[in-house]
C-alpha cells in the first residue's frame, strides 16, 4: 500500500530573512533578523487511492487528526461525506456519518476537530450546524449557527469552542457545547466604509496558545493578531517578509487601496487578493505551525509548500521551515493540483510526521511526510 514517491537527502541551510512592516503597520512590529534552519521532507502515500474498504475508498478526503484516546486516525471526507477511522498503520476500522439533516447527519462536512477527551467536533456548511460525537462515533449534540465558517473552528481544554464570525462585529467568538456565545473578542479593523469589506478583510484561522492567548492568521493581509485571555490587544504581525512570501505576494489592505465597483443594480464589488497563503495553521507543543504553498528556497524563484514553525516562547521567530514538496507549479511535479486555491488544506502533525490529504481529478490519498533519519 505504501509506495515512495520522492526521495530527497536531508538538508540543513541557514538565510537571513529581514521582517519590514507594510504600508498600514507601526513601527513597533518591524522585527529583527530572523534565521532559521530549513529541513527537506521526503513523502510517501500513507492510505493509497487503490486502498478499497467497505466497499469503496477515499473520495475527497479534506481534513485528518489523529485521536490520542483511541489511537486511531480520522479523516473527514467531503466527497462520501462521512467520517473514516483508520489504525496507525492505516487499516479501516469504521465509518460513522449519514446523508441528511437529522441529528448527526451530513450534507457538507467542510471542518472537524478532535479535543482533549477525545469527542470530534464537525462543522458542516449546508446544515450550518457542529455536529459533536464520542471517539467512538456516537452522536452527543448539535447546533446551529446562523453564520457560516468559512475557516476552521479552535476546541479549547476546557472544550469551548472558538470560531471566527466576523459578521458579529469580532475576529473570535467563544462558544459552548451547545452554541451559546460565552464571549467575543477583538473588535475588527474598520478599514472600508462598507462593512461587507471589513468582514471579509476580518476571515482568518483562529488558534489558542496554552497560555490562553488567541491569535487569528489572516489570509488577506497576511498577518496575525494576538490578544490576550482577557481580550486586551497584545500586537499585530505582518508576516510576509518573516515567512520569505512576499517574493510571489507583497499585498497589502488599507482605505486607499481599496477599489470599489458599484454595478447599476447597486451591487459592489472590490479588488482584493483572493489566494489562500495560510492553508492551515495548528499548535503543538507551544509552537504554531503554518502550511504554506508559498515558500521559497534560498536562490530559487519557484513556489514550495513549505511548513513554517512560529516557536511562542521566542517572541513569534520562525526557527524552523519544512520543505514538503518542490516546485508545485511543474508539470513535472506529483503535487501540482496543490496549488493556490486548492481547499484540501488540513494537515496533521504526529510524532512530528505531516499527514496531508491530497486530491487530484484522478485520485485521493493520504500523504505522509517525514525526515530522514540518518
Do not use: W
Request: proline residues 3%; glycine residues 6%; contains cysteine.
Amino acid at each position: 500500500m505504501i509506495s515512495v514517491l520522492k526521495n530527497i537527502p536531508y538538508i540543513l541551510v541557514i538565510i537571513i530573512v529581514f521582517y519590514n512592516c507594510s504600508n498600514y503597520n507601526d513601527e513597533e512590529n518591524v522585527t529583527e533578523v530572523n534565521e532559521y534552519e530549513i529541513v527537506n521532507y521526503i513523502s510517501e502515500e500513507f492510505i493509497s487511492t487503490d486502498y478499497t474498504f467497505n466497499q469503496e475508498g477515499l473520495n475527497k478526503p479534506i481534513g485528518i487528526r489523529f485521536n490520542h484516546i483511541s489511537n486511531e486516525f480520522v479523516i473527514l471526507d467531503g466527497g462520501n461525506i462521512c467520517l473514516y477511522f483508520f489504525s496507525k498503520d492505516g487499516k479501516f476500522l469504521r465509518k460513522v456519518g449519514n446523508v441528511g439533516q437529522g441529528p448527526g447527519d451530513f450534507l457538507k462536512p467542510k471542518f472537524f476537530e478532535i479535543d482533549k477527551d477525545g469527542d470530534i467536533y464537525v462543522y458542516d456548511e449546508k446544515n450550518r450546524n457542529i455536529s459533536i460525537f464520542t471517539f467512538k462515533g456516537k452522536f452527543i449534540n448539535s447546533f446551529r449557527l446562523n453564520n457560516y465558517l468559512e475557516y476552521k473552528f479552535f476546541v479549547t481544554e476546557d472544550k469551548n469552542i472558538v470560531v471566527n464570525i466576523p459578521e458579529r462585529g469580532y475576529y473570535f467568538t467563544v462558544l459552548s457545547r451547545d452554541g451559546s456565545v460565552l464571549k467575543e473578542i477583538g473588535i475588527i479593523k474598520n478599514l472600508s466604509k462598507y462593512n461587507y469589506i471589513n468582514f471579509d478583510l476580518a476571515k482568518g484561522i483562529p488558534i489558542l496558545d496554552e497560555y490562553g492567548n488567541f491569535y487569528i492568521f489572516l489570509n488577506t493581509t497576511l498577518s496575525v493578531i494576538i490578544y490576550n485571555k482577557n481580550g486586551d490587544f497584545i500586537n499585530e504581525i505582518k508576516l510576509g517578509k518573516l515567512m520569505n512570501i512576499s517574493n510571489f505576494i507583497d499585498y497589502s489592505i488599507s482605505p486607499e487601496n481599496l477599489k470599489i465597483t458599484v454595478y447599476p443594480d447597486g451591487r459592489r464589488s472590490y479588488d482584493i487578493l483572493q489566494i489562500h497563503l495560510f492553508y492551515d495553521v495548528l499548535r503543538k507543543d507551544n509552537k504554531i505551525y503554518i502550511l504554506s504553498p508559498f515558500f521559497q528556497m534560498p536562490g530559487k524563484r519557484y513556489r514550495n509548500l513549505g511548513l513554517f514553525i512560529l516557536d511562542l516562547e521566542n517572541e513569534l521567530k520562525i526557527n524552523n521551515v519544512l520543505n514538503l514538496v518542490d516546485d508545485l507549479d511543474s508539470d513535472f511535479s506529483k503535487y501540482k493540483t496543490l496549488s493556490y486555491n486548492n481547499i484540501f488544506e488540513l494537515l496533521l502533525i504526529y510524532n512530528y510526521d505531516i499527514y496531508l490529504p491530497y486530491v487530484n481529478p484522478r485520485n485521493a490519498s493520504i500523504i505522509r511526510f517525514y525526515k530522514v533519519v540518518k
